[in-house]
């Protein structure tokens, strides 16, 4: 990690920070550090100077009548995305939330790269600036309140300072926004539900993360990260007093939490945007999780996977060898034997599939592996039979609950003696991801949605698939078992014909984010499907994303890549439209391309595979059915980034008053060629690529990168 450190309370001016080490956009070029308005406000700017987080001691009567709390908010430009929020912990015998003095402050820069086997993106760049402010309470007591400042997130967590233990019996930091905002969320402990709208502010309720808003001008996304074992999961609950102010709440029965000092708390966080876009592409959740706990990752491989259990359960020896075959045949990397099958044909079945280059899977349910010793004793065992990964169903306690402090140590337990064996992992019937795959790269999956198994026993319409990539995706791998496209009755209930097209349900393969991805269908379904090559080919571990369009519960497409692949697809849950792909984001060139859609004007399942030409200067346009969607692969056309470069060196000269919108950034490649690029709305030129009038440096073409010498700041 590089970090550089200033403790100047300053207007810092035009600063531009720069390191060797890395190659960067234009925007993260333009960072202001934080600065100190008065003795007890202050201010937190992104790495491109776009969001800022501001945090002040105040009395917000609408909070928390007649006292003086801590207090910060989050702006894009000059609009208040999140508006002043609480933030604050308690312990059993010390408050650290009202009357607080202000000690110290320190600022931080962090930006680091990591690799994952598995995500939205293959490199992880976890660049921020972060505050820390301590205060003392009126017994002398420290609490650190740490403030992170992403391009797109902004995060916030407290660290109790000193020696020895204490109980944290809750925290009041939360999150407030605009009565009347538009908000999506659902029931806390209730992860396979559908996200249901609601408008901020109108009554007092709870919600598990995470929660989509809408206000007059972005878009927010709540959530928290790095939760683990020596504390609990949380969710979101606002009070009759303040209705929009959503504040982190315990599970229900959840008491007070033991631990030792100094202790750092789970991260909460808001990532915005003025489109979706910023929040879909976003890696937040992972980067403020701790580093891998691994040394050796060449044994994590993500897959896709044939699963039995929904069309025709899990069945015998015979039929799970046919799903193996059918995998190989696929081009599939692994078989998911589930709840049912008997385990002394276990080796036989991997045996088999390892002579057909087919990995393994097998079901255990939570209470099998519920305890250190009989999860060790599992996990050798898997090991021993050949196995490459396990999922583990029905993680909950007694009290029903999927993600107290008991359930967050289990899961510590869990991912280390799985990674000791070198199994990866699928929890299932469990809460949502909270980034832990940076930590333990062989969790490749989560449910926590309301997927597939629920076809038959009253699976909503089509709008929960748009709904999906907008929020729980976004946080982190999805198991929802998609792609499923027998129509007839299954096996887990009458009323299970599925309502989606053919060309929806393959497109979701793109569109859903998993490690492992579960196909849900039966061999007959997929290849009889037109579709069928394209599902050959569409990777399970991604290089990179980009949002294209869309709308939650209504319309999504995503653009993904592999290598110098790009995969597009779109899914709706509207009536029949035509859509438009802008494509400007392609390598130059012609690109013909077999294209995956809903058969015009047909009946609401056909799929038709046409060949088009295309190229990243005109948009495509397609018509799509109702519930209907699209997929289609361009190979070779990711622009690899270029840079602007001289022999020696590259100049970049800033001017005065760097951070503000009407400023310029003057670059050169040291040999006479430069240009002078507005923060926004200005139409320029570099290597080819052209940024459309409107748009912010924030959002520049791919493949327009500048690298920078250190020692030229």
Not at 398 to 423: F, H, P, R, T
Not at 513 to 532: K, L, T, V
Not at 539 to 553: E, F, K, L, M, V
Request: glycine share 8%; aromatic share 12%; with cysteine.
């Amino acid at each position: 990690m590089h970090k550089q450190k200033s403790n100047d309370t300053k207007h810092i001016f035009g600063y531009l920070r720069c390191v060797p080490k890395y190659t960067y956009q234009v925007p993260v070029l333009l960072f202001l550090s934080f600065l100190c308005i008065n003795a007890q406000t202050w201010t937190a700017f992104s790495p491109d100077s776009s969001l800022r987080i501001e945090a002040k001691q105040d009395i917000i009567s609408a909070i928390a009548s007649g006292q003086k709390n801590c207090y910060f908010r989050v702006l894009l430009g000059e609009n208040a995305v999140v508006d002043w929020s609480p933030v604050g912990v308690k312990t059993s015998d010390q408050d650290f939330v009202t009357d607080l003095t202000f000690v110290k402050q320190s600022q931080t820069t962090i930006d680091e790269t990591y690799p994952l086997p598995s995500g939205k993106r293959s490199s992880y760049r976890n660049n921020c600036t972060e505050l820390v402010l301590t205060f003392s309470n009126k017994n002398d007591r420290q609490v650190a309140f740490y403030f992170r400042a992403y391009n797109e997130a902004a995060a916030v967590r407290s660290e109790l300072m000193g020696s020895g233990s204490t109980q944290v019996s809750g925290e009041v930091t939360g999150f407030t926004f605009a009565s009347g905002s538009t908000g999506w969320g659902h029931k806390p402990n209730d992860d396979e539900a559908t996200f249901d709208q609601f408008s901020a502010g109108n009554s007092a309720s709870s919600y598990g993360i995470p929660i989509l808003f809408k206000t007059s001008n972005a878009w927010a996304l709540v959530t928290e990260a790095a939760v683990y074992g020596d504390y609990t999961g949380c969710h979101f609950a606002s009070k009759s007093a303040s209705k929009n102010v959503y504040q982190i709440a315990y599970p229900s029965g959840q008491g007070a939490i033991s631990g030792s000092l100094p202790w750092k708390l789970p991260w909460r966080v808001a990532i915005v945007g003025n489109s979706l876009g910023p929040i879909i592409e976003s890696s937040v959740v992972e980067n403020l999780n701790p580093p891998c706990e691994l040394t050796d990752l060449s044994w994590i491989k993500s897959g896709r996977s044939m699963w039995s259990w929904l069309s025709q359960n899990t069945g015998d020896m015979a039929q799970q060898k046919r799903y193996v075959d059918y995998a190989s045949q696929m081009g599939w990397e692994l078989n998911l034997i589930d709840d049912g099958f008997n385990r002394s044909g276990v080796a036989e079945v991997c045996q088999y599939g390892s002579q057909k280059s087919v990995g393994n899977e097998l079901w255990y349910n939570y209470t099998e592996v519920n305890t250190q010793s009989k999860h060790n004793s599992v996990s050798q065992q898997c090991r021993s039979w050949g196995l490459k990964s396990l999922k583990i169903d029905f993680i909950y306690g007694g009290d029903g609950i999927n993600y107290n402090n008991n359930i967050m140590k289990w899961y510590d337990m869990s991912a280390k003696s799985l990674a000791d064996n070198k199994l990866m992992v699928t929890y299932h019937g469990c809460t949502v991801p909270r980034g832990q795959r940076r930590r333990w790269p062989n969790i490749m999956t989560m449910e926590g949605v309301m997927g597939y198994e629920w076809i038959g026993r009253g699976y909503p319409s089509l709008s929960h698939n748009c709904m999906l990539p907008f929020t729980r995706n976004v946080i982190g791998p999805m198991d929802h078992t998609p792609v499923l496209l027998t129509l007839g009755q299954l096996t887990n209930g009458s009323g299970s014909t599925r309502t989606s097209t053919d060309a929806h349900e393959v497109a979701l393969s793109v569109v859903y984010e998993s490690g492992i991805q579960h196909f849900a269908d039966r061999p007959e379904g997929y290849s009889g499907c037109i579709g069928n090559n394209f599902l050959k080919t569409v990777p399970s571990a991604w290089d990179d994303i980009r949002y294209i369009d869309g709308y939650p519960g209504q319309t999504c497409i995503l653009a993904r890549r592999k290598g110098n692949d790009w995969y597009i697809a779109g899914i709706s849950a509207v009536a029949a439209k035509t859509m438009t792909i802008p494509l400007s984001f392609l390598k130059a060139g012609s690109y013909t391309v077999d294209i995956y859609k809903d058969t015009t004007g047909s009946s609401k399942y056909t799929m038709t595979k046409t060949t088009a030409t295309i190229n990243p200067s005109t948009p495509l346009s397609l018509w799509v059915n109702t519930n209907g969607g699209f997929c289609f692969k361009i190979p070779d056309s990711y622009q690899v980034p270029v840079s602007i470069r001289s022999k020696e060196r590259n100049t970049i000269k800033n001017f005065a008053n760097m951070n503000h919108r009407n400023h310029s950034l003057f670059v050169s490649d040291g040999v006479g060629n430069g240009l002078s690029l507005k923060r926004t709305g200005n139409v320029f030129t570099i290597q080819g690529k052209s940024l459309p009038k409107g748009e912010t440096i924030s959002r520049l073409p791919s493949g327009v990168f500048i690298n920078v010498d250190k020692k030229n700041r």
